[in-house]
C-alpha cells in the first residue's frame, strides 16, 4: 500500500502481484493465461466500495457516496495492469522496488537553504521532469502525512502467497525439483557413452532393475533405505547441497 504520488501528493493506491491461476478444489493448479482489463476495473471498484460500506454500516451519506461513485465511474476504478512477470528474478525485483520505498528518494532533493527546499520529480502524462521549490515546513508536512501509523501493516499476503500456504508452496517447490533433478538425469542419460547400471543388468540377468514388478512401469529412485544405517541416499538431500553449493549456503547439521 503507498499513499504518495511522485509530487508527494496525497494518493493512496496499492501494488499487487496476482497469480495467472488458482488451486481448485482437488488442489489441482488451473491456469489462467489472460485476465480481462475490464474485469480487473470492476472488480477492485467493488472490493473497495463494499468494504467503505461495511467499515459505515447504516451511514446514508456514505451509502449516496458509493451509489454516486458506480455513477461516475461505470467502467470501474483505476488499474494499471503491468506486464507478465516471467521469472523470480523479476519479482524479487519488483518487490524491493516497492516494499520499503520512501515517499521521495534523496537524489531527487536538490537543495535546502534553511527555509525552502527544493526538489524534482517525473510527470506521469508528459514524461518531462517538474521542479518545485516549497517552504521547508511544507515539505515536512507533505513527509509525514505518509508515515503510516504505529504497527500499521502496509503489506498482505493472500492466497497462495499467505503463511498458510506455506507448507503446500513448499510442496510444490520438492516437486518442481524432483521433476528438475530427473530431467538432468533423463539428459546426462543420453550424452553418457559407457553402459549404465540398468544395461548391464539386463545384458547380464535379462531383468529390468528399475521395472516395477507389481504394475510393470519404470520406478524412479527416490531413495536407499538400509535395516541397520536408516536412509543412505534420498532425492531432496541432494537437491538441497546443490542448492547450498550454488549460493554458498551453510546447512544445518541434523540433531540426535
Known amino acids: 500500500m503507498h499513499t504518495f504520488g511522485r509530487d508527494l501528493k496525497f494518493n493512496p493506491h496499492i501494488h499487487a502481484l ?5 488451486l481448485d478444489n482437488k ?5 489462467s493465461g489472460y485476465i480481462p482489463y475490464e474485469y ?7 472490493v473497495v466500495l463494499d468494504l467503505v460500506k461495511k467499515w459505515f454500516p447504516g451511514n446514508q451519506k456514505v451509502n449516496e457516496l458509493v451509489n454516486d461513485l458506480y455513477q461516475r465511474y461505470p467502467k470501474g476504478f483505476y488499474v494499471n495492469a503491468e ?3 516471467t521469472n523470480a ?3 524479487a525485483r519488483y518487490i524491493g522496488r516497492y516494499l520499503a520505498r520512501p515517499a521521495i528518494a534523496e537524489y531527487r532533493i536538490v537543495e535546502y537553504d534553511g527555509d525552502t527546499v527544493h526538489y524534482w520529480y517525473e510527470d506521469h502524462r508528459t514524461g518531462k521532469r517538474v521542479d518545485k521549490k516549497i517552504p521547508v515546513y511544507r515539505f515536512i508536512f507533505e513527509i509525514l502525512q505518509h508515515v503510516p501509523p504505529k504497527h500499521f501493516r502496509m503489506v498482505g499476503r493472500y492466497g497462495l502467497y499467505s503463511r498458510r500456504s506455506h507448507r ?6 520438492s516437486l518442481y525439483a524432483f521433476m528438475r533433478t530427473k530431467q538432468i538425469s533423463l ?11 540398468r544395461q548391464r543388468m539386463m545384458e547380464s540377468f535379462e531383468n529390468d532393475p528399475f521395472q516395477c514388478p507389481h504394475c ?5 529412485l527416490v531413495g536407499i533405505w538400509h535395516s541397520d544405517y536408516g536412509w543412505i541416499y534420498y532425492y531432496m538431500e541432494e537437491v538441497e547441497k546443490e542448492r547450498c553449493k550454488k549460493y554458498g549456503i551453510v546447512q544445518q547439521k541434523r540433531t540426535g
Request: proline share 0%; aromatic share 6%; glycine share 6%.
Open 187 to 197: 539428459l546426462l542419460e543420453t550424452k553418457r557413452k559407457k553402459k549404465t547400471y
Open 40 to 46: 480487473l476495473r470492476k472488480s477492485w471498484q467493488k
Open 216 to 220: 510393470g512401469r519404470q520406478m524412479d
Open 83 to 85: 506486464k507478465k512477470i
Open 18 to 22: 496476482v497469480t495467472e491461476g488458482a
Open 89 to 91: 528474478k523479476g519479482v
Open 168 to 173: 503446500k508452496a513448499q510442496q510444490i517447490l
Open 27 to 31: 488442489k489441482e493448479w488451473v491456469s
